[in-house]
């Protein structure tokens, strides 16, 4: 089987982990936790990077630190992961679910804008599969309107547009560092920002509401309550790990790259595909290959994968058509033709740097017999 994902590990991992370990220094805000934070802001290029125990957690950080909660509306993708609307619904908020652009498989600004109303607060972008979200457009509907502008770059730590890191666009940025991305520490994230009151905000909600991080800069002699928080910051073992991931992202960058654009020219021939999309000005880092297919052929293409031991699969099913959105969220039942239609027709297949010529030419090829046998071209 070639899996559609695998983290990629040397020694460097199991060192640093051990030394951690052996330090006995392993709670969050720790030395290795630290230096990657430095590390971080360094290379997204921005003022503050708080490591935290998932990208889930830097979205609920966000919206409790820009003072999200009940009575307001926060507009979202319904193409993406559940953590956004779930975070959205932990501050007291409501979600607005909002289309995308077919193209991108981003969130549309114009559809977004006929959602905003006197309740709206912010907006959250999702940068899916690592492609830039239409960032203009979304910084000017955030001035016109005076939103917040959060951005889940869950799958995009690397991307830029015009040679600026995603996730740094906004008020915040959220990755993650799950088992399934591109740098990862089993499970952990990153919260940025640039704005000072933001990241003070951000240091103590993902402290538990203290101010231990100051305490440990010794800003402070005793740390103590200081506000509303959760235990969201990350062990000094996982940033360990991570750190040793941070040290390889250019290579990892660049095989990923490479293998995409091998599938973007073995697949060029064929109607039957739409490739991704590239938006202008920005340069991807290839967290997923994600093509589509008719929708009357798409579940036969991944059962069909499936069983030549190819590990294609499908994303997302759409938030607005889920069962909690429907039994529970009143409103969130809309209608958005172009999510349902991207969810029908989307396929990810196999990319990981350790991925070996002889893989990518089988999965290229098995795609090549299933098109076959469905007549297609
Ligand atoms: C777009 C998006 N947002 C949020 C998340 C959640 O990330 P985490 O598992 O680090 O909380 C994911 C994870 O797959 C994701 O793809």
Not at 127 to 134: E, K, T, V
Not at 227 to 239: K, M, P, Q, V
Not at 262 to 280: G, K, L, R, S, V
Not at 342 to 368: C, D, G, H, T, W
Request: charged share 20%; glycine share 8%.
């Amino acid at each position: 089987m070639i899996p559609s994902n695998k983290p990629f590990f040397d020694d460097t991992e199991i060192e640093y982990a051990t030394a951690s370990i052996q330090s006995g220094n392993i709670a969050g805000d720790g030395p290795f936790g630290r230096k990657l934070e430095n590390k971080l802001s360094d290379y997204l290029e921005c003022k503050h990077a708080l490591l935290v125990n998932s990208c889930t957690s830097a979205i609920e950080i966000s919206l409790f630190a820009l003072g999200i909660g009940p009575g307001d509306e926060v507009i979202c993708p319904s193409f993406g992961f559940v953590s956004v609307a779930n975070a959205i619904l932990q501050c007291g908020a409501k979600p607005v679910f909002a289309e995308i652009d077919y193209e991108t498989m981003n969130l549309d600004p114009a559809h977004t804008e006929k959602q905003i109303t006197t309740r709206t607060r912010a907006i959250i972008l999702i940068h899916y599969a690592g492609m830039s979200c239409d960032l203009v457009s979304f910084s000017e509907l955030k001035e016109k309107h005076g939103l917040y502008l959060i951005e889940d770059a869950a799958q995009a730590l690397g991307s830029k547009l015009q040679g600026k890191a995603l996730g740094t666009f906004g008020d915040s940025g959220c990755f993650s560092l799950h088992e399934t991305k591109n740098l990862t520490c089993g499970e952990g994230g990153i919260f940025v920002t640039n704005d000072d009151n933001i990241a003070q905000q951000a240091e103590i909600i993902r402290e538990k509401g203290t101010n231990r991080s100051s305490f440990l800069r010794r800003e402070v002699q005793k740390y103590t309550w200081v506000g509303r928080g959760s235990s969201y910051i990350l062990s000094d073992i996982l940033a360990a790990v991570a750190l040793a991931q941070f040290e390889k992202i250019e290579p990892i960058l660049s095989s990923r790259t490479k293998i995409a654009e091998f599938y973007q020219n073995a697949f060029a021939p064929y109607n039957y595909i739409t490739p991704p999309t590239i938006p202008d000005g920005c340069k991807p880092n290839w967290h997923l290959f994600a093509l589509r297919i008719n929708k009357l052929h798409r579940d036969i293409f991944l059962e069909k994968l499936k069983s030549k031991g190819i590990g294609a699969s499908f994303h997302f099913v759409p938030l607005h058509s889920a069962p909690y959105s429907k039994t529970k969220l009143k409103g969130g039942n809309v209608s958005l033709p172009v999510t349902d239609r991207v969810a029908s027709e989307l396929i990810r297949i196999p990319i990981y740097p350790q991925l070996s010529n002889a893989e990518k030419e089988s999965v290229v090829s098995s795609m090549e017999e299933v098109a076959e046998e469905l007549g297609l071209e």
